[in-house]
């Protein structure tokens, strides 16, 4: 009893030291919403305690600012038997679905006590009971569930009281899915002598936030401690949605990458996730327009908000005109018209305005009048007027005019126009000219008919030429025998439209030309007409004429298909010698050898990356969910379409925001490796997004995701077959990475990923090299981090990564596979594998794995490399064994899944009993310093630590508990091998 009160006293004391060091109630993270904080009560917190006598008592103290705390302690050490209840109060549940329970406590270590073996303890239970209101305050014990037993990681001792150190425990639970509308929670102690300094519960929620300018409400993480909840923003004020905004909100309460987004509506701009109004002389006029812009040169805006500035007085907007353009005006008038009449043709030169108006669209139209001479009557010109090049929308500053009539007075304006003249149409934008057109002869007689035909006449008759350009004063008709000689013609000439002609040869076919004649001259003799003697003729203009036609269609056809010929022969040669300087370009080919170019070897990285991976356009990806965190930024999976190809999933890797220029090159790294490899067990990179934010890295989608996830899934439902097709996936995929010179140093399970047929591909080619993200890695003494349990010795000592330190992983691979993920080495220590493997000491076969998959395992695991089998080889052997299923029969069948103790020794070192014995267990714990002290009680062999307690230690000698709890927890470990096992106790 004397003893009892001394550590009360002591407790008591001690607290008073852990509080003038113990915060006060700490104000709420925005992610953590409270329940319960016993600091923050005010008065007793009254929790209900049995027994009521004896068993958790509240006491009070003060903290370091005079605050009293409310503690409960216990401290029935010496008395055996304890069951010691306290519960709190009723808690209502809120919003949370999942609660943590934060307990600050102090705890005595019991062997610091003396005669207190077998009754003291250093744990106590935590329970939990939901209900829907507080009406089950007494309700029985054996109603509450466990969450757990917590203990402590530091305990005090009667030194500690006395140097006052402070040894405040802080311990999190959690417990969820919660579905009453409340809980009490409860502390059982049975035999420790404990202080509850402080209980904290809580529950996390994602607080509300706005991201891409959508916001997202205060939301309760999801039940399951893995569980994303998806939550739709909604756009802040005065913005719309460009994309559906959704984000994730975690199980910890911070959101995931946002996804979707909203625009600033014009006339505001986005300013720290707000909209914010154009001030007055700014305006924005489209939502995809970066910000509020300084309204443009000759405009102006009065009022906040303008989508658009209005001009100043003068200056005009064309309908095509964007927003972001100066105003501008009509341009000034061409100037230097010059004139230069041929006959009836003109052609008209001028100088470009000296003002455009402030635009580039400048062109000229040009305007005819024909006038009446001497007098100001001016009519436009008629439509057989020509224009060359044309007459509305000249580029140029030169226009010829033909088809003018003769002996006519013309006047030519030139009109200079820009998009904004219809605004302000003024004749200070034309230079004009006024010209006579000279005399012309006329033009071609168009056509020739025939009438009254004879043996030996016939009647001919035809229209004016359209432009008689003066008074005709006779038509001449020109005509020969069609067989004859073109120049034994003969001339009728007449003033009329028509002429007799005689003295023809009867049945003979004529060729007739007919042209005018003006004061000016002859004009043109028209085409050829022809016409026979024995019948009624039809004008033979079509036969002619389609002779000829069809002469150049048929040489017309022979140059085009010359042509096509030449072309496709020019096309053909050019491809191939294309392809050869290709491939002879082709830097990461030799000797017909692909060999891997590492991008980190470029003097721009950034070349790499353009070398090796393609670019897609943004507007191509859709994201859909976040499926995964990786070293940069969230991985998400989502669908790619790219133009002309089906639309298909795909896992896009994305950089988060703030990166620098380094982090977004090892970022892109991966791609430029990936991208050199086209293999079907290698993932495959669609390409990667550089050119916006967020950086991406596209990849094919693995619906099944890791291997290592994937197989604890699938716990035994895959047939031995099935396994070994998956190991020779991945030695496939090995393989061509070796034949590439690549070395991986990175592979594991966990880094390999299953898509919906089963295939694995092997991933994770980005910093791996360096290792720094890796989870599994370990800082070696050389520096560096390695995964251990997955490397080759001579990798992990002086760091030689080859194919063959590759090889060494995937027998550890095909270890995790036959286990179906279970962990390498389970919960040994590195120092504890490195030392194992050291000494010789080989993972044993895991359960029903055929003992031909063990063997190759070994061999991949031979400590001089050059033993190991190539990845070639592993192929072959693998598919040896596929093709023979009956070698994989034999099993070695009594072998544990998840025994530490059955590691097996390396081949080399196979006929060396390989059971571990009392020292060599306690060398693979690490505590081989008792050795002796086992020895001496007389623990010879494995079997007799099995029934061992606390008790049997602290009566070894063994006293300090940390090594007590690892020495009972590996005893555990070894019982339920045990019960693993079935006949032998040796593996081999
Ligand atoms: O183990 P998992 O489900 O598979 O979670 C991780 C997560 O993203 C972070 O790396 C998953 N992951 C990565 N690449 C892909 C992919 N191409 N297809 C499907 N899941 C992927 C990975």
């Known amino acids: 009893m004397a003893l009892m009160a001394g550590i009360i006293y002591a407790l008591t004391s001690l607290f008073l030291g852990i509080c003038a060091g113990l915060s006060a109630p700490r104000s709420p993270p925005a992610n953590e919403v409270t329940l319960l904080d016993s600091r923050s009560v005010q008065g007793e917190l009254a929790w209900v305690a049995s027994p009521t006598e004896g068993g958790w008592e509240e006491v009070s103290i003060m903290d370091e600012k005079n605050i009293p705390i409310r503690t409960y302690q216990v401290c029935n050490v010496m008395e055996p038997s304890q069951n010691n209840w306290l519960r709190t109060h009723w808690i209502q549940r809120g919003a949370a679905q999942r609660i943590y329970i934060e307990i600050k406590f102090t705890l005595r270590d019991c062997n610091s006590l003396p005669g207190v073996i077998g009754t003291c303890k250093e744990t106590f239970n935590l329970y939990y009971l939901e209900s829907d209101s507080d009406n089950e305050r007494y309700a029985h014990e054996s109603r509450f569930s466990k969450i757990d037993t917590v203990a402590a990681d530091e305990s005090f001792t009667q030194v500690d009281i006395g140097d006052r150190i402070m040894k405040l425990n802080t311990e999190v639970r959690d417990v969820g899915v919660l579905s009453r509308a409340g809980f009490y929670l409860a502390f059982q102690d049975v035999g420790a002598c404990i202080a509850l300094v402080s209980v904290h519960v809580f529950y996390k929620k994602c607080p509300l936030a706005v991201r891409n300018l959508a916001q997202f409400p205060d939301t309760v993480t999801g039940a399951d401690t893995s569980s994303l909840v998806e939550v739709r923003g909604s756009c802040v004020d005065h913005s719309e949605e460009q994309e559906v905004p959704k984000m994730y909100c975690g199980a910890d309460g911070e959101w995931l990458v946002p996804i979707g987004n909203c625009l600033c509506n014009p006339g505001y701009e986005e300013r720290i996730e707000q909209c914010q109004v154009c001030k007055v002389g ?253 019948t009624v003729a039809a004008p033979v203009v079509g036969g002619v004429m389609s002779s000829a036609v069809l002469l150049l269609l048929v040489a017309g056809c022979v140059v085009v298909l010359l042509l096509i010929l030449i072309i496709t022969f020019i096309f053909t040669k050019r491809r191939s010698k294309y392809s050869k300087t290709k491939q002879g370009e082709d830097k990461n080919v030799q000797q017909g050898v692909r060999i891997y170019v590492d991008p980190f070897t470029y003097e721009d990285p950034n070349q790499a990356i353009r070398e090796f991976a393609k670019e897609i356009n943004t507007s191509c990806i859709k994201i859909e969910k976040v499926i995964g965190i990786g070293e940069f930024g969230e991985v998400c999976s989502g669908r790619l379409k790219l133009p002309g190809k089906r639309e298909i999933c795909v896992a896009i890797k994305t950089l988060k925001a703030g990166f620098t220029e380094q982090q ?235 025994h530490p103790s059955t590691i097996n020794h390396a081949p080399s070192e196979c006929s060396a009993p390989s059971l571990a014995s009392v020292d060599d267990w306690l060398k693979l714990i690490g505590l081989e310093q008792y050795r002796e002290n086992f020895n001496t009680a007389g623990y010879s062999s494995i079997e007799s630590v099995i029934p061992m307690n606390h008790e049997d230690l602290a009566k070894m000698g063994i006293s300090c508990s940390a090594h007590q709890r690892k020495i009972l927890s590996s005893v555990e470990d070894l019982l339920s091998g045990m019960h693993h096992r079935q006949d032998s106790k040796v593996p081999v």
Request: aromatic share 10%; glycine share 6%.
């Open 282 to 534: 700014y305006y924005r006029s489209l939502s995809s327009d970066v910000g509020c812009r300084k309204c443009p040169l000759h405009s102006y805006s009065v009022k906040e908000g303008a989508t658009s500035c209005d001009c100043d007085k003068g200056y005009y907007r064309s309908e095509t005109d964007p927003a972001a353009m100066p105003c501008t005006r009509p341009p000034s008038a061409p100037h230097n018209l010059i004139s230069n009449v041929n006959e009836t043709s003109v052609l008209l030169d001028w100088s470009p305005p000296l003002s455009s108006g402030g635009r580039q669209d400048l062109t000229y139209n040009v305007v005819c009048k024909q006038c009446v001479r001497d007098t100001q009557r001016c009519s436009p010109c008629g439509d057989d007027v020509r224009y060359s090049p044309q007459r509305l929308s000249l580029r140029s500053t030169r226009v010829s005019v033909h088809q003018l009539q003769a002996h006519t007075n013309y006047t030519f304006q030139i009109w200079a126009i820009n998009g904004v003249s219809k605004h302000n149409p003024s004749p200070e934008q034309a230079v004009s000219v006024t010209l006579t057109t000279n005399q012309a002869a006329p033009s071609m007689v168009m056509s020739v008919q025939s009438k009254d035909i004879t043996r030996h006449t016939l009647a001919l008759f035809w229209d004016q030429p359209e432009k008689p350009n003066g008074v005709i004063l006779e038509y001449e008709v020109k005509y020969y025998e069609k067989d004859q000689n073109e120049r034994s013609y003969r001339i009728v000439k007449t003033t009329s439209r028509n002429a007799d002609i005689k003295d023809l040869t009867p049945l003979t076919s004529y060729v007739f030309h007919v042209r005018a004649r003006t004061a000016a001259g002859y004009g043109d003799f028209s085409a050829p007409f022809e016409f026979s003697t024995n």
């Open 664 to 898: 977004r090159l090892d970022f892109l790294s991966e791609a430029s490796v990936i991208g050199q490899f086209d293999h079907p067990n290698i993932i495959h990179l669609e390409g990667v997004v550089t050119k916006c934010k967020p950086v991406m890295i596209i990849t094919e989608y693995m619906e099944n995701g890791s291997l290592d996830m994937f197989l604890r899934k699938n716990d035994g439902r895959f047939t031995v077959i099935q396994l070994v097709g998956i190991l020779r996936g991945i030695a496939s995929g090995m393989k061509y990475l070796s034949d590439m010179s690549y070395v991986h140093r990175d592979l594991a399970a966990r880094n390999i990923l299953v898509n919906s047929n089963l295939v694995c591909k092997v991933s994770d080619f980005g910093m791996s090299r360096v290792l720094e993200d890796e989870p599994e890695g370990a800082y070696t003494t050389r520096g560096g981090k390695i995964p251990i349990r997955w490397t080759a010795p001579e990798a992990i000592t002086y760091r030689k990564f080859t194919s063959a330190s590759d090889v060494w992983s995937y027998g550890i691979v095909m270890w995790e596979v036959m286990s179906y993920g279970e962990r390498p080495y389970w919960d040994m220590s590195n120092q504890d594998v490195i030392k194992a493997i050291e000494e010789g000491y080989r993972l044993p076969p895991p359960m029903e794995c055929p003992l031909a998959l063990h063997q190759l395992m070994l061999e991949c695991w031979m400590r001089e490399r050059a033993d190991r089998p190539k990845f070639s080889q592993i192929v072959n052997m693998l598919d040896k064994l596929i093709r023979n299923p009956a070698t994989l029969k034999r099993t070695a069948g009594d072998a544990s899944r998840s």
